[in-house]
């Protein structure tokens, strides 16, 4: 079945820098990925997706990459903000079949 | 509804006692699971409903732990015989097709 990895597990970047979160997949036959942000005592929420026929897709200040040959894709968020401190995770799956998702990363934006 | 509903909210409950979570899915939602998230941690998967087929039991910590998906729209999570390492907080999800909504969890203490 499908394994997802995400790294780093933590990360930390001054206010205004860019941050950069990594996924690897194991399951050629995944199609969709998206990434969700848990806020502090909130639930997760999607704030982007992509599928496999796209390699970049932006959306303001985040963007996300595939590289379907590699099986990886990543999260980039560029000019952060104190909002933007969460745990951000990364999923893979296809169509009708179950989403697994990574372990998470706890993004501390630093004034 | 306009979202996926859990209840209660908050449940506090002695140790050895039942409990019965529940989950209301968006309408139209054929895929529905359930998760647990320890304070600080990952999204533990526990069970997946999808359709009419058998649900995938594979992440159920043990027998004390079961779920069931009446007429294809609402679960309920039972754990029997609590114990103090099952306080989490419980969130489910639905999704038709590709996303995953996620609904406000139950927070579980158990005393």
């Known amino acids: 079945g499908e394994n997802v990895e995400q790294h780093p597990s933590t990360l930390s970047v001054q206010e205004g820098d860019s941050a950069v979160i990594k996924c690897t997949y194991s399951d050629s036959a995944s199609n969709y990925f998206p990434w969700y942000k848990q806020e502090l005592g909130k639930r997760p929420q999607l704030i982007i997706d992509i599928r496999s026929n796209v390699g970049e897709k932006k959306d303001q200040r985040i963007a996300v990459t595939l590289n379907k040959t590699a099986k990886h894709f990543s999260l980039h968020i560029t000019e952060t903000q104190p909002e933007d401190s969460a745990v951000y995770f990364c999923?893979?799956?296809?169509?009708?079949?179950?989403?697994?998702f990574g372990k998470g990363t706890r993004l501390h934006i630093l004034p | 509804g306009a979202g996926v509903s859990q209840s209660p909210s908050n449940k506090v409950t002695e140790k050895g006692k039942d409990v019965e979570l529940r989950c209301d899915p968006i309408?139209?939602?054929?895929?529905l699971y359930w998760y647990r998230q320890s304070l600080g941690q990952g999204l533990e998967f526990l069970i997946y409903?999808?359709?009419?087929?058998?649900?995938?039991k594979s992440g159920l910590p043990s027998d004390r732990f079961s779920a069931e998906r009446t007429g294809g729209s609402v679960s309920t999570l039972t754990i029997q015989r609590t114990q103090q390492e099952d306080s989490a907080v419980y969130l489910c999800?639905?999704?038709?097709?590709?996303?995953?909504?996620f609904g406000s969890g139950t927070r579980l203490t158990v005393v």
């Open positions: 409903f999808q359709g009419n087929s058998a649900p995938d």
């Open positions: 309408s139209g939602h054929t895929a």
């Open positions: 999800a639905s999704s038709l097709g590709f996303t995953s909504h």
């Open positions: 999923a893979a799956s296809h169509r009708d079949d179950k989403i697994i």
